[in-house]
């Protein structure tokens, strides 16, 4: 045994997950998820991030034990941000840098590389739609950049995730590793009467059909085609209602649309929540919109919880809703084909019994958190393992400013 090797099967492994955004969507879900189940497996783990979004996940950052440092967000060409996130790797060690998507594999990677970090790793959630289209930006040539002088490994969410990185982004297949999506089942499952009864209860719901969107009032959840599908269906089903549960930029715009749609009444936006299993419980259909999307983890929680869902065939979407078995797949933006889908499940609730027993039974098998997790961490130590590529440097200027003499995690970088 080497003595990398002997290091990393007698110490505990420390990763450090870096999030840029502030937002709290399912790239930080996702990131949450492995986060607080590091340490079942021998791992320590460690989270920079925005203030705002450290704030949004504290209660479980704590209760897990996650050390947690203060990111904000900074450009890649800042040099005095540099610095201080060099200052970061140095107190935190960690033996892995776990970036989440480019914008962090941009900022981070370099710097945790000149600091000696055994390996670094990307995880792609999807395809960065902000950059298609735009001159330089959807070349991808700084992404085969930072491949070839930082990035050991990239995870793929889903075999569409790793279909991009080798046909869009030139990235080697013998880098890409597939590990699809988990979530910890026990959080969600079929509902009893009672908890549906009491869910639609605190939801102000009676007998009316609920339609559950949930996801970031964004451009890439696909709200406005929604409310364009309501329009359709909702003048000749007077107990439909549409719950929208999530927040972002566009909730003042889609209000509006929803008002001049004359539909405002029957489409309730209720915020950023907390309580998926509520909601599920609550209604009759889950949709999901989506104009992209890596793999949904809504995918995943709604048919955990044995829910019927009609979503578009983007992506990795199609990998867990499986058209005519799981849930139904319709083109993104057309609404015409998302209303036909949403009023089939709905005039037929024998069918909607069937995709969704069909879907439990597929994510029990398919998307586990443990599997998850086992793949995840199998990855690490093997990359943990590994002899850096560069050693680090002791003397290294911008490490040695200001670098607190504890190694505490738990400063901000500002």
């Excluded at 492994?13 to 998820?33: C, K």
């Excluded at 935190?92 to 941009?106: K, N, S």
């Excluded at 929604?226 to 889609?254: K, S």
Aim: glycine fraction near 8%; include cysteine; proline fraction near 6%.
């Amino acid at each position: 045994m080497t003595s990398s090797e002997h290091r990393a099967a007698t110490q505990q492994i420390r990763i450090l997950h870096y999030l840029p955004s502030d937002a709290h969507g399912g790239v930080e879900e996702h990131a949450l998820s492995i986060l607080v189940s590091m340490r079942d497996f021998g791992i320590r783990p460690i989270l920079a991030a925005p203030d705002a979004l450290v704030r949004n996940m504290s209660s479980q950052l704590v209760a897990f034990g996650v050390e947690t440092v203060h990111v904000e967000p900074f450009s890649p060409f800042d040099l005095r941000a540099l610095a201080r996130f060099a200052r970061i790797i140095r107190a935190a060690r960690p033996d892995v840098v776990h970036c989440h998507m480019f914008a962090a594999t941009l900022r981070a990677a370099p710097v945790a590389r000149l600091m000696g970090v055994r390996a670094i790793v990307e995880t792609c959630h999807g395809p960065e739609a902000w950059r298609f289209g735009k001159p330089l930006k959807d070349q991808f040539w700084i992404d085969r950049l930072l491949t070839a002088g930082f990035v050991d490994r990239y995870i793929a969410v889903s075999d569409a995730a790793a279909s991009h990185l080798r046909e869009r982004k030139g990235i080697s297949p013998g880098k890409i590793t597939v590990i699809h999506n988990g979530r910890d089942l026990a959080h969600f499952r079929p509902a009893c009467a009672p908890e549906r009864e009491r869910a639609r209860k605190e939801l102000g719901l009676g007998d009316e059909q609920a339609i559950l969107v949930m996801g970031r009032l964004h451009e890439q959840k696909g709200h406005a085609f929604l409310l364009q599908a309501l329009r359709l269906i909702i003048p000749h089903r007077p107990r439909l209602v549409a719950l929208l549960a999530g927040d972002g930029p566009l909730r003042e715009e889609l209000e509006g649309q929803a008002k001049a749609a004359g539909i405002a009444e029957r489409v309730r936006f209720l915020g950023f929540r907390s309580d998926a299993q509520g909601l599920f419980a609550a209604c009759d259909l889950v949709v999901l919109p989506s104009l992209y999307e890596g793999l949904p983890l809504v995918a995943v929680e709604a048919l955990a919880a044995a829910r019927p869902i009609v979503a578009t065939g983007v992506d990795g979407t199609p990998e867990v809703v499986i058209d005519g078995k799981t849930g139904l797949l319709v083109p993104p933006a057309d609404p015409a084909a998302l209303a036909r889908a949403i009023e089939r499940i709905l005039d037929d609730e024998s069918l909607g019994l069937w995709l969704a027993t069909n879907g439990r039974a597929w994510v029990e098998r398919e998307f586990t958190l443990r599997t998850q997790m086992e793949k995840t961490v199998a990855l690490y130590r093997d990359l943990a393992a590994r002899k850096p590529r560069v050693s680090p440097t002791p003397d290294y200027d911008i490490a040695r400013k200001g670098c607190a003499a504890s190694g505490k995690v738990s400063e901000s970088a500002e």
